[in-house]
């Protein structure tokens, strides 16, 4: 069983920054890698950010400069700052984990951004 707990959501005026946390725990095999998705009303759920076990990092090519992920080996945790917020990066944000040989995907339970003009 693996479990993802998020942190850090919540409402900020445009211009704000927040940061948000995943951990990751339970039986856990190599984290392959960690990541950020996010889901506004209905759109399609998109990828923000993640990073692989190595370090290599792959950003949403909108939110390069704004945002910034990394992630915390010995806690099992990714972070997600997010800096110069819009009114449209609000959305539902998504802890993302593969692990394993397979990648197996794992998904949080999501926390809300919500970005006021």
């Known amino acids: 069983q693996v479990q993802l707990v998020e942190s850090g959501g919540g409402l900020v005026q445009a211009g704000g920054s927040l940061r948000l946390a995943c951990a990751v725990s339970?039986?856990?095999?190599?984290?392959?890698?960690m990541g950020w998705y996010r889901q506004a009303p209905g759109k399609q759920r998109d990828l923000v950010a993640a990073i692989t076990d190595i370090g290599s990092t792959n950003y949403a090519d909108s939110l390069k400069g704004r945002f910034t992920i990394s992630r915390d080996n010995a806690k099992n945790t990714v972070y997600l700052q997010m800096n110069s917020l819009k009114p449209e990066d609000t959305a539902v944000y998504y802890c993302n984990v593969k692990l394993g040989i397979i990648r197996t995907n794992y998904w949080g339970q999501g926390t809300q951004v919500t970005v006021s003009s």
């Open positions: 339970g039986t856990i095999s190599v984290i392959r890698s």
